[in-house]
């Protein structure tokens, strides 16, 4: 009697149950990592296209105050600058570009903070009067999340140092009043809202960014450092 050899099966068994197991939580520990990871990086891309159209604004914002008040007193025998409206959290500036001695349209400029009902927080806007010193003004916003705006007078340029959104004390010993100005200081800071919810994967905690810069008013090489005349 002929016998034919069997053949076990042993070697094409399939995966245990415990080996799919682990298998499957090693899969869903990958993907988990991997879903951390790429929330990590919209919400770091969202901060960032956030924070870059945030300082773009703020910047262009601080060009265009200091080129105004740089302008300022065109026309003038003063220093330009309307001292029952400024202090140091505004500061609003006078220039006759025209020559017809009587105040038109964009010669009465203020720059100041106001709240922004469509964002929940400050905005940095430009206020213009209108023609003869009207009551009515027209404004326009500038840079949305600026928290602060501090503008600092010197009767002289200065070195100066920075503190939180402002000079630093010792520079701060130098500043006069807006009457004897010559020299402005503009400090500007924007706050960055977070990104996420705390204790979520990719959660980015708000920012703040701080920005400087500063002005001689143009009839500063004519005026006195103190009693300057009236407009």
Not at 117 to 141: C, F, I, M, Y
Not at 158 to 165: I, L, N, S
Request: net charge negative; with cysteine; hydrophobic share 40%.
């Amino acid at each position: 009697m002929k016998q034919t050899a069997q053949h076990g099966r042993a070697g094409e068994a399939g995966f245990s149950l415990i080996e799919l197991m682990v298998a499957m939580g090693v899969t869903l520990i990958i993907m988990a990592l991997a879903s951390t990871l790429v929330s990590q990086c919209f919400n770091i891309q969202r901060r960032e296209n956030t924070r870059s159209v945030a300082l773009a604004d703020a910047q262009s914002a601080l060009n265009l105050i200091t080129r105004e008040i740089t302008n300022a007193g065109y026309g003038l025998q003063s220093n330009g600058i309307y001292t029952a409206e400024s202090d140091d959290d505004a500061i609003t500036v006078l220039a006759d570009y025209n020559l017809n001695d009587s105040w038109d349209a964009d010669e009465i400029v203020s720059f100041q903070l106001r709240a922004n009902p469509n964002t929940g927080t400050d905005s940095l806007v430009r206020l213009a009067s209108g023609a003869a010193g009207a009551a009515a003004t027209t404004g326009t916003v500038l840079a949305s999340s600026v928290d602060r705006f501090r503008v600092r007078y010197f009767s002289g340029r200065v070195d100066y140092d920075t503190a939180d959104c402002d000079l630093d004390d010792a520079t701060l010993g130098d500043a006069v009043t807006a009457d004897k100005a010559q020299y402005v200081v503009l400090v500007l800071c924007a706050t960055l809202p977070e990104v996420g919810t705390p204790g979520t994967a990719g959660y980015q905690p708000p920012s703040r960014v701080q920005l400087v810069s500063d002005a001689t008013l143009r009839n500063s090489l004519t005026l006195p450092s103190s009693g300057l005349p009236k407009y």
